[in-house]
């Protein structure tokens, strides 16, 4: 059983850091939603990616990005600390 | 030679003392002497190599002094080693004995106090062909190498600056470093004062140099921005300092200007020097990195630099002979690991060959990075580094440590905004704000990049 409040944690990390990210690109009127696009809509390039890894393995002690995955879209981000 | 220069002080200036450590006062007249009473122990021992595990100056001082005088080798290790690491020390570089204060559990090593080894009554000195000594690096990676060097060498590099008696020098490294020895050369040379803080840590170093009136300091940048984060133009105005010198590390032109300001009257200058090639060049225009005319030394300059695929290297005739059980070295170039670029007709440091970050392709280098964040109002210190990332193979790290009462978030607020002016692939991606940053040998401890 996945922890119902790891996984809380987990999309509220990812909903911050992308905001953040956006934010300090200048693209804070970006919505962003469950579906939304990591690179082809929010447009995030390598060095973003790069950061959110990161954020993801600091603050949660694992990322997908370090496991070979690279999830599409923002569901499947959280998707992956539900797994 | 270490031995004709402390024996020209003591007769110029016998009562003069030579060492100030805390409250113990080792005059000239009394160190020489302590100098002789050890060199006939030497002599009557016929050691003629050995470690140095002494950790008080004077001590420290009379020993090597007693060595150079009659052509001992001595090599003095780092001051703070376990019994374990000063038998390891001794079989690396094959001292069958090693010089002690104390009590020391040794395999296999003989243990020599300094009483034991004076000796009083009359004795010639031989005057030595050569005067070898061995000085450790400082290991910032890896083990130390014993970089063989000769007295003679090394004082050749060191000019006495004024022949004024008075100066009063601290000594802001430890002797065993390549640093404190070229202190200790500019002491004897001039005939002045060496002053040994009770403790690195800048409230202990600001207390010697109010209460010995210290006129000469040298240090690296990441001991004069400890320094400078204590004081103000009023407190400042306290310290009677004449001479300021950066060393060991690239010297940022912040740091030399945030000097001049609190020190109007000092003379500040920054010098590069290695253990390995000697001291090869001071600047003292109030500008960082060094002028590109020192490229332009002829062939028969001690020291000659080049630049060859972004790095410098350096041609040195006051260098070492020679690694522990290396062959001499031929008068050849050498490879710093320092990587420089040329900018307005100075040459820039960079970053060390094994600091660079690769981000994506694009390398970047720790110094201008730390620089710019060194700059923003409430840092301290700051150190970058790569850090592994899946994506782009490293991402910038840096941590930073903050001037007491500052924000964090505003900090870091700061500092992005600081760093937009950076290449995208060189801004930090990762901030950590912590108490302190390592610091081994008076230089800051980058984490390798990995």
Not at chain 1, 39 to 50: G, I, N, R, V
Not at chain 2, 13 to 24: F, H, K, L, N, T
Request: proline share 6%; with cysteine; glycine share 8%.
């Amino acid at each position: 059983m996945p922890d119902a409040k790891q996984t809380v944690d987990a999309e509220s990390v990812i909903r911050d850091a992308i905001h953040a990210l956006l934010e300090r690109r200048g693209a804070a009127h970006l919505t962003v939603r469950p579906d939304s696009r990591i690179t082809a809509e929010l447009e995030f390039d390598s060095l973003e990616l790069a950061e959110l890894s990161q954020i993801l393995e600091d603050e949660l002690g694992r990322d997908p990005y370090s496991e070979g995955i690279i999830p599409d879209t923002v569901a499947e981000l959280v998707g992956f600390y539900r797994g | 030679m270490l031995f004709e220069l402390l024996r020209r002080c003591a007769e110029r200036v016998p009562e003069q003392p030579a060492i100030i450590d805390g409250d113990e006062v080792e005059t000239y007249a009394r160190l020489i002497a302590r100098s002789e009473a050890i060199a006939r122990g030497l002599l009557a021992r016929d050691l003629s190599r050995f470690g140095c595990a002494l950790s008080a100056p004077g001590a420290i001082v009379a020993l090597a002094a007693a060595s150079a005088g009659v052509g001992a080798e001595v090599c003095l290790y780092p001051t703070d080693l376990d019994d374990d690491q000063v038998s390891s020390f001794a079989m690396t570089f094959g001292h069958p004995t090693v010089v002690v204060h104390r009590t020391r559990r040794l395999v296999s090593i003989e243990t020599l106090t300094l009483d034991q080894l004076m000796l009083t009554g009359d004795m010639a000195f031989p005057s030595p062909e050569r005067t070898p000594v061995m000085i450790l690096t400082t290991g910032t990676t890896g083990a130390p190498k014993g970089a063989r060097h000769d007295w003679s060498r090394l004082a050749r590099a060191v000019r006495a600056p004024d022949e004024r008696p008075a100066t009063r020098w601290l000594l802001a490294y430890n002797l065993n470093q390549f640093a404190g020895v070229q202190i200790l050369l500019h002491v004897l040379a001039s005939a002045g004062t060496l002053v040994a803080p009770p403790s690195r840590r800048a409230d202990d170093v600001l207390g010697a140099i109010e209460r010995h009136r210290v006129t000469h300091v040298s240090g690296t940048p990441t001991f004069w921005r400890l320094i400078v984060g204590r004081l103000d133009e009023e407190s400042a105005r306290k310290l009677p300092l004449e001479q300021i010198t950066l060393g060991g590390e690239a010297a940022p032109e912040g740091l030399i200007e945030r000097l001049h300001a609190l020190f109007p009257a000092a003379r500040i200058s920054h010098v590069y020097a290695g253990t390995e090639f000697g001291s090869v060049v001071a600047v003292s225009d109030g500008r960082s990195g060094l002028p590109v005319s020192v490229l332009d030394r002829g062939e028969e300059a001690d020291v000659q630099l080049r630049i060859v695929d972004g790095e410098l290297q350096i041609r040195s005739r006051v260098g070492m002979l020679g690694y522990h059980q290396a062959s001499e070295s031929e008068h050849d170039w050498r490879s710093t690991g320092d990587l420089v670029e040329v900018r307005d007709g100075r040459i820039q440091f960079v970053g060390r060959t094994t600091e660079i970050i690769n981000v994506g392709g694009v390398k970047v280098h720790p110094l201008p990075v730390e620089e710019l964040v060194c700059s923003v109002t409430g840092v301290q210190l700051a150190a970058v580094y790569g850090r592994p990332n899946p994506i782009t193979g490293q991402i910038v790290s840096i941590d930073v440590v903050l001037k007491p009462g500052t924000d964090l978030k505003d900090a870091e607020a700061r500092i992005r905004e600081a760093c937009q002016a950076l290449p995208a692939a060189a801004r930090p991606r990762r901030i950590r704000f912590v108490p302190e940053l390592e610091i081994r040998g008076n230089k800051l401890m980058r984490q390798e990049a990995g």
